[in-house]
């Protein structure tokens, strides 16, 4: 989805390394998450976020932080990246506010290939 | 915490044949279940849902069944086409409600043989 970006698109790090994976949202949606997709394990809930001054740690925040800069802006830090964390990240947005049949949806930005070395 | 189990991980159909995904949740309090397509490439859209206090949701050639009692939801492609290739994820929304929280399950990659 154009109205959700995520930068970059793909990275390779070495161990130890610190990186920020950044995402940008132009629907105006007050939620948003971050998610790490593995084989044959789904999607995983890192963190999530209701509003600037909300941020919440999902199922699996250990080694990960984030920042939400703006309502449109959410961004994933490796504070030092291990290769266990190497995986599909993907940003994503809701919208408490909006059409009833519509505030659980979720939508998804193309996602950042991570390589740790 | 809620626990969401899909089967199977992969699927391989001939076109025009059905195809069914299964899947499992564990918190009876769960009460919104979203099924979401991730083609290659591509993150994952919303292709279908139900909440829990509906058995079954149809969309064209897609279909939704839940069975509270049971805590098992499936996802139906009815006349499957090429394009329906991908991968499927379940999800539940575990309770407090209205959080916007999801549980996916593993996934399910399935392959539509022209």
């Known amino acids: 989805d154009a109205d959700v970006t995520q930068t970059p698109r793909n990275r390779i790090t070495k161990t130890g390394k610190r990186i920020m994976l950044e995402c940008s949202q132009t629907?105006?949606?007050?939620?948003m998450y971050w998610y790490r997709q593995d084989p044959g394990l789904g999607l995983r809930l890192i963190y999530y976020s209701f509003d600037v001054k909300d941020i919440n740690k999902g199922e699996i925040s250990d080694g990960y932080s984030v920042s939400r800069q703006a309502q449109a802006k959410f961004s994933l830090s490796l504070e030092s990246a291990i290769p266990n964390q190497t995986a599909l990240y993907f940003c994503a947005t809701s919208d408490l506010s909006g059409d009833r049949g519509k505030r659980e949806t979720q939508y998804f930005g193309p996602g950042t290939r991570l390589l740790v070395l | 915490g809620e626990n969401v189990e899909q089967h199977p991980s992969t699927l391989s159909v001939q076109e025009g044949d059905s195809a069914v995904i299964k899947c499992t949740y564990s918190?009876?309090?769960?009460?919104?279940f979203p099924w979401y397509k991730q083609e290659l490439g591509k993150g994952p859209q919303l292709i279908i849902d139900i909440r829990s206090n509906v058995g079954e949701k149809k969309d064209q050639r897609i279909a939704v069944t839940l069975n509270k009692t049971a805590k098992h939801f499936s996802l139906h492609i009815t006349e499957t086409q090429p394009e329906d290739s991908a991968v499927y994820f379940c999800?539940?929304?575990?309770?407090?409600?209205?959080?916007?929280?999801?549980?996916f399950g593993q996934g399910t990659t399935l392959q539509v043989k022209p």
């Open positions: 918190d009876s309090a769960s009460n919104y």
């Open positions: 629907k105006g949606h007050d939620r």
């Open positions: 999800a539940a929304s575990p309770p407090p409600g209205n959080t916007g929280k999801l549980i």
